[in-house]
């Protein structure tokens, strides 16, 4: 879902806001349903949704927010339960123009977004349109229009490296499809070959440290011997737009699309 915000009144939010979100993600889920909401908090790994920063703002300066002016920030689920719980509360939240908060920013819901027609960062997918799908080209192009970066211990990787990418993709996908992909096919990850690349380096200041990650198109080709593996390679990358890639998707990295056939 894309939600709009428009703002009550006007300030700045000087760090980067995709944490601040994330709490406030925490905070509509927690009066939504408390018990779900710890449950997700509690997920160590590949949680099931993401949330954006502002989009179509910078994610490396302070923010300046107008009275009046609307933002708009994208949220995917996973899990049907969180989805059911979290917009069932958003619908009641703009209805009844409750305000909500980030730090001392205060904005009502102005309009709730799920379909692609009426924004590219909306949509609904379904794993029986996955799996039905059928693919013939051996080049996938990826945008990475936010940071994205892998986390390995203690390390942080900020390069698309194919083996990192689409194992993210492939943990992330079983943990929620009921159809589950067979995880050998991780061993063929590193066969995939980047063939054309024009990324940069970003960075992102948290609130008490940074993250360096790239953003950037990526074209990756697919070995063809294998059909299933080549298929299994094409449904991970249109999961990506809703599962998010690499490290801390739930804070607005990782916004990844496979742009077209």
Do not use: C
Not at 45 to 63: A, E, M, Q, W
Not at 88 to 98: A, H, N, R, T
Not at 223 to 242: C, G, S
Not at 246 to 255: A, D, I, N, R
């Amino acid at each position: 879902m894309v939600l709009g915000l428009k703002a009550i009144n006007s300030g700045v939010i000087s760090t980067y806001p995709g944490e601040k979100l994330h709490g406030l993600f925490f905070d509509i889920l927690k009066n939504a349903n408390e018990r779900l909401a710890e449950q997700v908090h509690e997920e160590d790994n590949y949680k099931p949704f993401t949330v954006s920063s502002i989009l179509g703002k910078k994610t490396d300066r302070l923010i300046i927010i107008e009275k009046g002016r609307k933002y708009y920030i994208r949220i995917t689920f996973l899990n049907e339960e969180v989805f059911n719980f979290f917009t069932i509360k958003i619908f009641k939240s703009k209805y009844s123009k409750e305000k909500l908060k980030i730090n001392d920013l205060e904005f009502y819901i102005s309009n709730v977004i799920f379909h692609e027609k009426q924004s590219k960062w909306a949509g609904i997918l379904t794993e029986n349109e996955l799996l039905s799908t059928n693919y013939n080209n051996d080049v996938i192009k990826l945008r990475f229009y936010t940071p994205t970066l892998f986390r390995i211990g203690d390390k942080h990787l900020g390069y698309p490296f194919p083996d990192k990418v689409f194992k993210s993709l492939l943990k992330k996908f079983n943990k929620y499809a009921e159809f589950k992909i067979n995880e050998d096919y991780a061993n063929m990850f590193s066969d995939i070959e980047i063939l054309n690349k024009r990324t940069y380096k970003k960075r992102v200041y948290m609130r008490n440290y940074y993250l360096d990650g790239f953003i950037g198109t990526v074209e990756y080709k697919i070995p063809t011997d294998d059909r299933n593996f080549f298929k299994v390679i094409h449904m991970l990358a249109d999961f990506a737009f809703f599962s998010g890639v690499g490290y801390k998707t739930t804070m607005g990295f990782g916004q990844v699309k496979k742009l077209g056939e």
